[in-house]
């Protein structure tokens, strides 16, 4: 039932073909039966009602031969056969061969193969006992040479069957291997974009907290400061956690009740979103400064890469630079929408030489070459003659502007 409901869904116009076609072979076998002998050759001369019955059986099943391939296969060859043995007709077995091709383009290898050869033994043994033994009309080797079209007819129907099949086999695992391809890309984006929402906002706390801690009772105010920065820090990670989940979630219902200007309705967070990052990395204690020079737009994928790869490097700054470190920003677009990152400390602050080893080897690196290779940039980073550390991105232009930023020029 699974099998005929899934065919019955798929392939309703073949089935229709199935149908006509099956019309087609009980019409022409039961004009066969009727015919007289006028040729010479020995003819059926049975009830007119066995001709038809033998017609039925031979033409009906070819309708429904994708829905129970090898029934209709054992109903057909046996009809087959018997309209040969009852000199009906002398055909190379065209209906044996249709529905053959049904079995191997449907049944497992094993059933195929055995359809197969009982087919042959079969149309070969009711070829050659109905025209060398029953009703000779010639030399036995014209009826082996009959039988040999027979075995050459069904043979290359079920070798169709079998070709078709490895290929719609191979269509498949194709379009699995993709999907599980897409799986695992969409899996490393969500993984990154989860990793900067909360690597940076998390670091952003903690420094935080370690500042109220270590000045608690002697700065009051510095300690309360401190508190307001870690509060407001976590307000803007859960709205961004919650934009990034209702963005993964791909729900549609309820889209009409949610207001506009929410979490979940945001756009993704591009270069307009910038000064707002600077801000955060100035209330974890780096003094950063923040140049944009734009000629044209960006796109909103690029633009969200590069607010993201400027939001790992400042969180590495604050990681590891230490506190007071003073860092720039620099965002250049050129008038052939080339984008080039530069994040830069001074290394002021007292960040270990075991910190920046642990930098090159960590997830925002490798998160930051992900985004880079996806437009088909570069990356440089790692720690600067003078002390202090830099990362330097170039994103290609893209063919198409599609700009989620206005054309303007400005420096922050």
Known sequence: MHRMGRHLRAGAHLLAIDACVAAVVTAGYV??????ATDGLPRFSGPWWLGWLVAVCVGVPLAVRRLWPLPALAVVLGASATATLLEITRDPYISAALALYAVALIEPTRRASAALGLTLVVSAAAVITGEACLRPSG?????????????????????????????????????????????AEERLRIARELHDIVSHSLSVIVVKAAVANHVAEARPQETRDAIQAIEQTGREALTEMRRALGVLRGDTAGRRTREPGSAKTAPPPGLDDLPALVQRAERAGVRAELRTRLAVGLPVGTALAVYRIVQEALT???????????????????????????????????????????????????????????????????PRPGGGFAVSARLPPEPAHSTATSRRERTA
């Not at 004009?31 to 007289?36: E, R, S």
């Not at 079209?149 to 379009?175: F, I, N, Q």
């Not at 860092?327 to 602050?349: F, K, N, Y």
């Open 316 to 382: 590495n700054v604050v990681k590891h630079a230490g506190n007071k470190t003073h860092c720039q920003v620099t965002i250049t677009v050129d008038s052939q929408g080339e984008v080039r990152i530069e994040v830069v400390d001074d290394g002021a602050g007292n960040a270990a030489a075991s910190n920046r080893v642990e930098l090159r080897g960590g997830h925002g690196l490798v998160g930051m070459r992900e985004r880079v290779m996806m437009y088909g940039g570069t990356l440089a980073a790692g």
């Open 31 to 36: 004009a066969l039966a009727d015919q007289g």
């Open 139 to 183: 030399p036995w080797t014209e009826a082996a040479g009959t039988a040999a079209l027979v075995w050459l007819v069904t043979g290359a129907a079920w070798a169709a069957g079998r070709v078709v099949r490895e290929r719609r086999s191979r269509a498949t695992r194709r379009d699995r291997r993709l999907a599980e391809e897409a799986l």
